[in-house]
């Protein structure tokens, strides 16, 4: 195999892909119904053609038949006249002679007009049963592209369904429905992520306002010591004690605290 035949068949094999691809059953359906009403017609015309022409030999015929015995009467008469004397027996002859003939011309157009008038019933018979036939075939076709038009838009909204259901179509909506999903749930993971972020980035003093908040010491009692503290008599006393400098803040905390706890205690005796 040549160059060029390879070619071709390349270029042959693309063409009956495409026209493969370009078929749609329903339009080629009524593109055949159309050619099989265009061949009923031609059908009917050719039917209605041969028919009249077998009505006009009848018709022949019968004009044949009916001068067959016309002219047989005529050269009967003839000769009857030439019996009575009434014409010459050489002119009866020779009439009757010519009458005889043309009985015989007709005898022959009455035999063809009749074997032609058989001919042309036998031909409208056939062409009545191929138009009874192709008529059936358009009925039979019509109602069956009815159904074949229900059908391809069952198979059409089935086979869109079941793609995108198989998720072939990257961009059907199924595919953007599941993208839109998974980006929600990612908004919602990071949401969380910067919450939990954000309760790890809370201040001390967050925590400590928090831990005060929920203390069970009343605010009389804060004010009571805070007084105390600020009373000449006990910032004397509270000297010593503030001067220890070793000491670190919390045993100094601790030391104010019990001492608040003693003037509690005081206040209570003298009360």
Do not use: C, W
């Amino acid at each position: 195999m040549n160059i060029f035949t390879r070619i071709f068949k390349i270029f042959q094999s693309e063409a009956h892909s495409v026209v493969d691809q370009l078929e749609d059953p329903i339009k080629l359906t009524e593109q055949g119904i159309r050619d099989l009403k265009t061949d009923l017609d031609s059908s009917l015309k050719a039917m209605a053609e041969v028919k009249a022409l077998a009505i006009r030999t009848k018709r022949d015929a019968e004009t044949f038949k009916n001068q067959i015995s016309e002219y047989e009467q005529k050269a009967m008469a003839l000769l009857r006249k030439a019996e009575r004397g009434e014409i010459a027996p050489e002119e009866a002859d020779r009439l009757a002679e010519a009458a005889l003939t043309k009985r015989t011309e007709a005898e022959e157009n009455f035999k063809r007009a009749t074997a032609d008038g058989l001919k042309f019933e036998q031909n409208a018979q056939k062409l009545d049963v191929s138009v009874k036939k192709l008529r059936s075939m358009v009925s039979k076709y019509e109602n069956e592209l009815k159904t074949l038009k229900a059908r391809a838009t069952v198979s059409s909204a089935t086979k869109k369904v079941n793609k995108q259901l198989a998720s072939i179509d990257s961009s059907s909506t199924v595919s953007m429905l599941e993208r839109m999903k998974e980006k929600v749930e990612q908004n919602e993971a990071e949401s969380e992520a910067y919450a939990e972020i954000a309760n790890e980035s809370r201040s001390v003093d967050d925590e400590i306002e928090k831990a005060l908040g929920s203390s069970s010491a009343g605010s009389s009692d804060a004010l009571a010591a805070l007084k105390a503290r600020m009373s000449p008599n006990r910032a004397i006393d509270a000297s010593p004690a503030s001067s220890v400098g070793s000491g670190s803040a919390l045993n100094n905390l601790k030391s104010k605290l019990n001492e608040e706890t003693e003037l509690r205690s005081d206040r209570l005796d003298e009360a």
